[in-house]
DNA sequence: GCCGCCTTGTAGCATATGCTACGGCGTGCT
DNA sequence: AGCACGCCGTAGCATATGCTACAAGGCGGC
């Protein structure tokens, strides 16, 4: 019985691999015999066990959406954030040493999602949906107001910043002292 | 001494050309055989007029700014922009037809610029940079707000909403409808 | 012991990619 | 006419990439 699932779990252990190696190194280190040489394995194997480069892909990008859902759920365990700090709260987070990993191949996956490639679509929305979601549960929203819209709201605000962020320092930091006093 | 310069002359025409093509199919088609294909050349060609591909890269990526600031200036010639509609007057800009190439390429550059790669990195900063001075030139903003940090704040607002609409169309709507009711 | 299956290594293939070497063609200058 | 130089095509190279073919080793069941 474990023998024959033994394969599976093996599987299971390569994504855990290669989702580590995604995180910190990007979608292109995927590539199978340089991804295969980091795991102590050969290209052999990863096709063995995944079949074929595109299922392995889905199977990596399954579990990196699944860990960020899982990082984003174990910040705010038991912790409600009050609306006006949730802008700050989360984009402070995935700036952070431990979300910058999860906003690097966000932007991959969102990059690629906007050409029509599928896999990347659907991780992509999977995603953001996740993301939104944990924004919906960790915030009190009052009483009239769609907790999904202003979660999305905000939720598109941080993307904003991380995204400028990335790429135009300067212009994220005056967006940010502008959620600062808009905080305030 | 119009011959001297031809073969910048037919640089500049073969860099606008790829950026036609990089516009419409994203960065992915600047591989030298099948972009000088689409082109009508030989990858032998893009050498010998760039150099190098990091060159014609460059090139590209210098030009696809300069248009997109250019089609920005073009949009609001000589118009004003009520403050409390930038933000969603871009949404739909970057949305609409005209936008999408724009945006499916800021999402490319802005992947890899958030991996250490310097040239898009540089691509990446000059253009939020155009953009952010398009907003602060195209809205006239109240006494007593800073220009350019309230740029930045619309911009990384239009940046999430563009971003969640390629990935997560239900989230950027919901997002979406919170502008309306915000600018109201 | 022997057979069969699961696992894994070694080679190889077909294609793609950036780049180079070499040579031909034409134009303009002397 | 001859010659040099700018332009360009053909081949080729070295490497990378996804994937396949073949075979060897190991392990359990008969």
Same mark, same amino acid.
């Given at each position: ?54 299922? +392995? ?24 954030? @009050? ?17 910058? @990993?999860?906003?690097?191949? &966000? ?19 999977? +995603? ?5 979601? &944990? ?6 929203? @009052? ?9 999305? +709201? +905000? ?30």
């Amino acid at each position: 019985m474990d023998g024959s699932d033994a394969r599976g779990a093996k599987r299971l252990r390569l994504t855990e691999a290669l989702a580590d190696l995604v995180l910190e190194e990007g979608l292109d280190a995927l590539s199978l015999r340089p991804a295969a040489a980091r795991l102590g394995t050969s290209d052999r194997m990863l096709l063995y066990y995944f079949g074929t480069k595109a299922e +392995m892909l889905a199977d990596v990008l399954g579990c990196v959406v699944a860990r960020f859902a899982a990082h984003l759920a174990g910040v705010t365990r038991n912790v409600r954030i @009050p609306p006006h700090q949730m802008v700050g709260f989360t984009a402070e987070l995935m700036t952070s040493e431990a979300g910058r @990993p999860y906003a690097n191949v &966000w932007f991959e996956i969102a990059a690629r999602a906007a050409r029509d490639d599928k896999i990347f679509a659907t991780a992509a929305e999977l +995603m953001a949906e996740r993301w939104n979601e &944990w924004i919906v549960r960790s915030v009190h929203f @009052p009483a009239g107001v769609a907790p999904r819209s202003a979660a999305a +709201m +905000m939720l598109a605000i941080v993307n904003g910043i991380i995204l400028l962020d990335s790429t135009a320092p300067s212009v994220a930091a005056a967006a940010r002292s502008r959620v600062q006093s808009a905080a305030a």
